[in-house]
């Protein structure tokens, strides 16, 4: 099993710091554990095993489950960017992992502030002091369609470009045979439940998981019924 601990590369060696092994295993904690999960919980734990919906409606768990996860994977970002702050690659392999690093970065510092401007909640359970039940997202609003889908969007495209990145640092640290394998095989496991997960319908669309599928709902009205809508089944 040797070749198993050996590096990918023999003719380079595998010598990193360990400010720079700091920042890869942080790295890997987030965009390869933390966040991934936190989007798979959000997608389809809308509603618990026991949860009987519609008639039992917003589950509060899958949201204090993404926030925590998604919270913890920005802090463990931060920490390995701070490990890093003044490293400098001097190849270009490390030039092209840097910059998408920044902008991994970058998108993730915009996921925390469109989380804070995505607008009021409204509805039935948070009635304004006036009486009114409008809010941003009861009411389906431009502002909080266009959050839905920056966030939705960038949040699998970062997903998918940071396991990318993973992999060219590994290559740049030359890391042993045994962490690109598990890696692959924790990215595969992923892909498998998030298929099994879709193909069993439990993508239930946000609005529908809080307030219901009554197509009378400002927001039915506003969300034509599609991928992860769903009227109330019979």
Known sequence: MEWLFSSIDPSRAHLVTDAIAWHGRLMVAAWGFLFPIGILIARFLKTTPKQKWPEKLDSQVWWHSHWI????????????????????????VAWVHRVIGWVLVSICALQLLAGWLRGSKGGPTEVDINGSVHGDHYDMTPRRLAFEYMHKSLGYFAILVAWATTFLGLWIANAPKWMFIVMISWFVVLVIVFVVLQKRGLALDTYQAIWGPDPDLPGNQRKPIGLGVRREQP
């Open 69 to 92: 996860l998604q919270t913890c994977g920005a802090v463990l970002v931060l920490v390995a960017v701070w490990l890093i702050w003044s490293s400098s690659g001097d190849s270009f």
